[in-house]
């Protein structure tokens, strides 16, 4: 009686419940009688002496095989485990060694023979290096059974133990033998055993442990071990098909569609070679739109349409069309950014608190950065993002990543998320198209970059810079989108919120990898003034006037060092330090004026890119003195008795109340006065 295992003779003789699973590690290169016509050719018999020449039992292992055993052969010369067989009879002990000088006369009669049969050699046979001990995803999983483990045929150092003949092969390390080939399952079941399920796992601690475990539980599937790669393939090509419906020269399609366009195209440009070389060797000609190597593509392209049952609208028109790139993207009616925008990312040096700010833009998502005008608000955001885009080790920051607008009173929802357009059809009706805003369309790079970006990977940070942030009507502006701002409500949030836009309807949620910085001069409006639903979405860090930069910038010194050029007429430094003076003096008298205080005081960075003294002159005439009648409201009897103790008429018009053209020597004998009321002591004691 037969079966497709064999005999029932065979099964009596062989079957095993729970065989035994050995390692024999061997070569049979100058050995004809282990080759495949030889006596003892591979897979026919294990054999050894019984002990080493030293007298130890290093093949005592070849003692504990029973009837029905499996055994894999390992090719140590080829690196490879060749094939398996079944322990066919019990261990014989007077072997005379094999028909070769290798053994010596004492060692003949003596040594061990090890009946085997059925030999079965795989298709795709194992690569100890590649396959296996080299394999990196393996090597937490080899080195767990190698500690709870003896006598491996491998060592700590993933390497062939030296001396190992023939071991014992774990169950554990057999899982690892059947997911790289799985035609072992049907060798053990000819020989009537069903290898176990792997325990059930309750949780990985890592996604490489995942990814192990999942492939030594395939081969157990009832499924064929392609049909995920079958479902992917008809997903893809079928997503594929639809796409190309609306593929014809020069027509606008959807951002899904050009995605889908552009993977088309690198599916041939990644293997150009490949498919140029093909098309020679066959022989391939070309149509009137494709050469050879595109008519090659686009046929088998419909090949696998048609094996999958679906359209096979894939021509050489569409695969030209696709292959040049001869389309146009439009996104809902979001269009691609322009190629300017993918340029690389100038990279800046690290600013002064950018781990603070790095820290709670990560925890918050954005932040205002609030002051005087003239602190470097805007510069530090700007600074900041140029220098944060470029700490993410795996991607190379462009220019598209790092987006700046201005708010004004006239800014609108329509300009900053969705608006309409109005065009008039050639049936003279009105059509209207939705237009995205700047934050839609960072907000939609970003969110294509966190789609695309691998699970163990950070996306690509994008960062939007508002500067004003103050002197738009938040509220408004932001609409909807306030809500979507929190950390835990955007997409992949634990709380994902989805939006609708106002105008087109579409859902919208705000990816993670997307940071605002707002910048904001309190001289305009005061923090306390900010819309508090957006005020509470925010984080605020403070930026006052910091004119010790202002002294390390220009090399004056200490703050008495600064006082003596002031009042020496004969330092090239004199009308600067006078300026850094004043304007310390000024601050001063701002912050106890009951309606100014800080928020009003004059910035440093008004001063820092001054040359020589008729820019300092222009700095006063055209910014720092317009800034106090704004902040005083015109109120020049104010400004003359409450900053200038009723001096400056150098500078100011009294009568007619307005700012004078005048000279470095003016400005500095005014400023002189600023100088004389410095007190040096008071600053010691700040500072």
């Known amino acids: 009686m037969i079966d497709e295992y064999g005999g029932v003779d065979q099964m009596i003789h062989s079957a095993r419940e729970d065989p035994t699973l050995y390692i024999e590690v061997t070569s049979v290169e100058d050995k004809p009688y282990e080759q495949e016509d030889g006596e003892y050719r591979l897979g026919s018999a294990a054999f050894s002496k019984s002990e080493s020449r030293d007298g130890r039992d290093i093949y005592g292992t070849l003692r504990e095989p029973e009837v029905g055993d499996l055994v894999f052969h390992l090719l140590k010369n080829k690196r490879q485990i060749r094939g398996a067989s079944t322990v066919s009879s019990t261990l014989q002990t007077d072997f005379e ?65 030296q001396g190992a003949y023939f071991t014992e092969c774990p169950l554990d390390l057999l ?14 079941r000819q020989s009537y055993w069903s290898v176990p399920l792997p325990p059930a796992a309750d949780s990985y601690d890592s996604v490489s442990e995942a990814v192990v475990d999942v492939w030594t539980r395939l081969p157990f599937s009832d499924q064929d071990r392609e049909w995920f790669r079958s479902i992917l393939t008809r997903t893809v090509m079928e997503a594929f098909t639809e ?16 995605t889908h366009c552009e993977l088309i195209r690198r599916l041939y440009t990644d293997q150009e070679q490949k498919f140029e070389d093909a098309a020679e060797e066959l022989g391939v000609g070309r149509t009137n739109q494709a050469g050879d190597a595109e008519t090659l593509f686009f046929v088998l392209f419909r090949e696998l349409q048609a094996d999958l049952g679906l359209s096979t609208n894939m021509s050489q028109v569409k695969a030209r069309t696709i292959l040049n790139e001869n389309y146009e993207i439009e996104v809902g009616d979001i269009r691609k950014p322009p190629e300017e925008g993918r340029g690389p990312l100038e990279q800046a040096e690290k600013p002064d608190q950018a781990d603070d700010i790095a820290r709670q833009l990560t925890a918050t998502g954005q932040m205002v950065f ?80 966190f789609h695309s970006a691998a699970d163990d990977d950070e996306p690509r940070r994008y960062v939007l810079i508002i500067d004003e942030i103050n002197r738009g009507n938040l509220a408004q502006i932001f609409g909807e989108t306030i809500t979507g701002l929190e950390k835990d409500k955007r997409l992949g949030g634990e709380n994902e919120t989805k939006l609708s836009l106002a105008h087109s309807g579409e859902s919208f949620t705000i990816p993670p990898n997307l940071y605002v910085i707002g910048t904001m001069n309190t001289a305009d409006r005061s923090i306390a003034l900010v819309d508090a639903a957006l005020r509470r979405r925010f984080r605020f860090l403070a930026f006052p ?104 008429s150098m500078l100011f018009d009294w009568d007619r109340e307005e700012i004078k053209s005048f000279t470095s020597r003016e400005l500095n004998d005014t400023l002189a006065g600023f100088v004389e009321d410095f007190e040096l002591a008071t600053v010691s004691a700040d500072e």
């Open 370 to 449: 609030y002051g005087p005008p003239g602190t470097g608000k805007t510069y530090t955001a700007q600074r900041f993002a140029r220098w944060w885009l470029h700490q993410q080790d795996s991607t190379d920051p462009y220019t598209g990543q790092l987006e700046t607008v201005t708010f004004h009173p006239s800014f609108t929802y329509e300009d900053f998320i969705e608006g309409l357009s109005a065009e008039t059809t050639d049936d003279g009706s009105m059509k209207y198209d939705e237009e995205p805003g700047v934050f839609l369309e960072v907000a939609t790079r970003a969110r294509q970059d």
């Open 175 to 188: 899982y690892l033998f059947i997911a790289e080939e799985p035609a072992i399952m049907n060798v053990a």
């Open 545 to 648: 006037p910091q004119l010790d930069l202002l002294r390390e910038h220009f090399d004056l010194g200490s703050w008495e060092s600064v006082r003596n050029h002031a009042t020496s007429k004969a330092s090239d430094s004199q009308l600067i330090s006078q300026s850094v003076i004043a304007i310390r003096v000024l601050n001063e008298r701002i912050r106890n004026e009951p309606d100014l205080g800080r928020g009003k005081q004059i910035g440093h960075s008004l001063l820092f890119n001054v040359e020589d003294k008729q820019d300092i002159v222009d700095v006063w005439r055209f910014e720092i003195l317009p800034l106090l009648e704004e902040y005083f409201f015109g109120q020049y009897e104010r400004i003359r008795e409450s900053l200038f103790n009723g001096e400056g």
């Open 97 to 161: 060694g094999p028909p070769d000088d290798s053994w010596n006369d004492v060692a003949r009669g003596d040594g061990y023979y090890l009946p085997l049969g059925d030999y079965r050699e795989f298709t795709d046979p194992i690569d100890i290096d590649s396959d296996l001990l080299q394999n990196d995803a393996y090597r937490e999983r080899l080195t767990d059974i190698l500690e709870t483990n003896d006598g491996l045929f491998y060592d700590q150092n993933f390497e062939l133990t």
């Open 243 to 258: 796409s190309l419906s609306s593929v014809q020269p020069n027509a606008e399609i959807t951002e899904t569609e050009a």
